[in-house]
């Protein structure tokens, strides 16, 4: 059983977040598992060996094809773990990531709400970004 940061480690990447997902809809050859990424098969089999450690997958050798399975265990230990402090619910970390996608995309409108239709920065806003400046000691 690896260790508990062994495990967050892993999850951190969005990637091997995005393969583990795969994953639990069946087994899959490691060809198959590289298809959606743009990125090399040596990229992706450096994750899959990150996700292995973790103990959040095993492979196996099927003939010529190396096949990759989740092993939830790993995760059910994690969860256990933040449920621990009892503040927190079995954690959806899919769901969080596009609450945190959302929330980012939400920054990013209200970001242009200073703009006018011809394109220009309405002043109030270029005079909100001078004394956030002159508060932080910045010239």
């Known amino acids: 059983m690896a260790s ?33 990424f743009a990125m090399s098969l040596a990229a992706i089999s450096k994750h899959l060996t990150i996700l292995t450690r973790a103990g959040l997958i ?27 402090f009892g503040q927190f619910e079995p954690v959806n970390l899919d769901a969080f990531e596009r609450f945190l996608a959302a929330e980012l995309a939400d920054e990013s409108r209200s970001g242009d709400a200073g703009q006018t239709q011809d394109g220009e920065h309405d002043h109030d806003k270029a005079d909100d970004d001078e004394n956030v400046a002159d508060h932080n000691g910045l010239p």
């Open 4 to 36: 508990l940061d062994t495990v967050f480690a892993a999850l951190a990447d969005p990637t091997r977040r995005q393969i583990l997902s795969m994953l639990l809809e069946d087994d899959m050859a490691v060809t198959d598992v590289a298809e959606p």
């Open 58 to 84: 095993s492979q196996e050798k099927r003939g010529r094809v190396k096949w990759c399975k989740l092993e939830p265990d790993a995760l059910r230990d994690a969860s256990v773990w933040m449920q621990g």
